[in-house]
């Protein structure tokens, strides 16, 4: 038998256990072509809950009494497929079960000699390509240049704070506690960094600490925070835009300032994204990640929460900011 994860049902405002229901399945045979999957490793990511909502996006909501289905890393325990072999570690898009059968469609074999298995599912993998891809192919950083991050703390922030240093830039972060901007300095190497939780006036606390303005924002979060880094944007800024994590579970669409007039003013760029926009270039983009983790350029955090039945609080847990780095579930 094999636990699975289903959507019960959708969300309303925060996530709840009660959204999520556990079932048993009997493991299906592997039929020719096809190979039994062990979970190892579960990536929980806030991207999944936009997918939660019945709405129109550039991906299809989750089905309800369908499984969740996020970054995986599983191990091959049986094969009637010639591409992989018992024991191989493959990782890729899957359904939150314990136990599974695939064709490989989709999934590419991973070297646990290379990095720790967890590693595929954040710095090696979607976390790494959205930090690197988002701030080269919108940010387009140059040396010199003040770059601020939100969500710094998170997967992505983290790595992106990571990035910028290495192409020379002054990094800045906001977080959501003085451990949290402790750690962008003393691990990830940031300049500085701003704990919004104890900021009355987030214009002048950035204002204080980007004196030259900000030239490259890269946003995890929106909402207020991102409304006062507006007064702070300088001539040709370029704002990427990653996430919204603040906004997710807002159950009415919030009020926010128009921008229009900062970016006129600024001449600035702002850009939201997908990874999935760039996969041309995941190939060039994790030879580079690979070679600065060698070279020990990269570092990084992971919350790692065990056991399969934990993936839903693990999830939960992300909009009240409990994961330093990535937070992925073993299982």
């Not at 999944?48 to 369908?66: C, N, T």
């Not at 969740?68 to 898009?93: C, L, P, Q, Y």
């Not at 009020?255 to 997908?274: C, R, W, Y």
Request: some cysteine.
């Amino acid at each position: 038998m094999s636990k699975t994860i289903l959507l019960n049902k959708r969300p309303e405002g925060m996530p709840k256990m009660s959204d999520f229901k556990f079932i048993e399945e009997t493991t299906p045979e592997t039929k020719s072509g096809e190979m039994l999957l062990k979970t190892r490793y579960i990536s929980v990511d806030p991207y999944l809950r936009g997918r939660m909502r019945d709405v129109k996006s550039y991906i299809a909501p989750f089905e309800l009494q369908q499984p969740i289905v996020s970054g995986i890393v599983a191990e091959v325990m049986e094969t009637k497929n010639n591409n992989f072999e018992k024991g191989d570690f493959v990782t890729g898009n899957l359904p939150w079960k314990e136990k599974q059968v695939s064709t490989g469609e989709g999934l590419m074999k991973v070297d646990p000699k290379k990095a720790p298995l967890s590693a595929y599912l954040g710095i090696l993998g979607m976390t790494g390509l959205t930090a690197y891809l988002g701030l080269t192919e919108i940010g387009k950083p140059k040396k010199g240049e003040t770059l601020l991050v939100s969500g710094a703390a998170g997967a992505v922030g983290s790595v992106v704070g990571q990035i910028g240093k290495i192409l020379g830039l002054r990094v800045v972060g906001i977080a959501g506690s003085d451990e949290k901007v402790a750690l962008l300095k003393s691990d990830f190497g940031f300049d500085d960094a701003i704990n919004y939780n104890t900021t009355e006036n987030m214009v002048k606390a950035i204002a204080d600490k980007c004196p030259d303005g900000v030239d490259v924002y890269y946003d995890n979060v929106g909402g207020d925070i991102s409304d006062a880094v507006f007064y702070n944007i300088n001539k040709k800024a370029r704002l990427v835009i990653c996430g919204a994590i603040s906004v997710y579970n807002e159950t009415e669409l919030p009020k926010s300032i128009s921008v229009q007039p900062f970016l006129i003013k600024n001449s600035a760029l702002m850009q939201g994204f997908i990874i999935f926009d760039y996969v041309d270039k995941y190939p060039e983009a994790m030879k580079q990640l690979g070679q600065w983790l060698g070279e020990g350029k990269l570092t990084y955090k992971e919350t790692v929460v065990e056991g399969f039945e934990k993936t839903p609080q693990a999830f939960i847990d992300l909009f009240s900011g409990k994961n330093k780095g990535k937070m992925v579930v073993k299982v």
